[in-house]
């Protein structure tokens, strides 16, 4: 079983759309969960991060943890030609490391 | 700040050649990493350094060596070549406390012939 599983897309959605991207961990001691945003032929940056179970809102964007079935979710709202990139999601790893998704592509159409 | 630079932006070798990628970062980060990523994938560590003099592997160190002379450099040395190589390398750089929001630079990418 692969440590973090996501779904690489792509994703294609209109503008305006609620875009709804997850990943599954089967580490129980990853401690910070983490969403990188890339756009195409940039390094990744970090979009959001939570550590406990629950919802976190920044914005048009909600991170949500649910530790007990080891899932994270990130929502975008009123989505926007702006936010087409690839979304990895991160987890930390000890004090030093992050373990990656391996992304989802997102595309959204005017 | 600049953040984290990286050199060269794009390079190709032959098989069997030899380069170093370069990484530097004026954050005063103790900690540094690189990766790679391949098409439609995630990143994968390579090597990270928690402060100068300190190196260890990562997820796929074969092939790669790194060095951290300094705070601010890191460079990562690719020794013969090979086509299993190509991809595009990141240089990331964090202070290591709590979440470890790591810093990431514009990539270099490289191609093996």
């Known amino acids: 079983q692969k440590e973090v599983e996501q779904d690489p897309g792509p994703l294609s959605v209109p503008e305006g759309a609620i875009v709804s991207l997850n990943c599954t961990y089967s580490?129980?001691?990853?401690?910070?969960f983490m969403w990188y945003r890339q756009y195409s032929r940039k390094g990744p940056e970090l979009l959001m991060y939570?550590?406990?179970?629950g919802n976190k809102e920044d914005g048009r964007f909600t991170a949500q943890v649910d530790k007990s079935s080891k899932y994270i979710s990130l929502f975008i709202r009123d989505s926007q030609p702006s936010d087409s990139a690839t979304y990895l999601c991160?987890?930390?790893?000890?004090?030093?490391?992050?373990?990656f998704g391996q992304g989802t592509r997102l595309t959204i159409n005017p | 700040n600049a953040g984290v630079t990286q050199t060269p932006k794009f390079r190709i070798l032959k098989i069997g050649q030899s380069m170093t990628l370069q990484c530097t970062q004026d954050?005063?980060?103790?900690?540094m990493y690189w990766y790679r990523q391949d098409p439609g994938m995630g990143l994968k560590l390579i090597y990270y350094?928690?402060?100068?003099?300190?190196?260890d592997k990562g997820e796929v160190p074969n092939g790669y060596n790194v060095s951290r002379s300094t705070t601010e450099d890191f460079p990562l040395r690719l020794e013969l070549a090979a086509p299993s190589q190509t991809s595009v390398y990141f240089c990331?750089?964090?202070?290591?406390?709590?979440?470890?929001?790591?810093?990431f630079g514009p990539g270099t990418r490289l191609t093996v012939l």
């Open positions: 580490n129980s001691a990853f401690q910070y």
């Open positions: 350094s928690v402060g100068a003099g300190i190196t």
């Open positions: 990331a750089s964090t202070t290591g406390f709590s979440y470890n929001e790591q810093f």
């Open positions: 991160a987890f930390v790893q000890g004090a030093q490391k992050l373990v």
């Open positions: 939570t550590y406990s179970s």
């Open positions: 954050m005063n980060h103790n900690y």
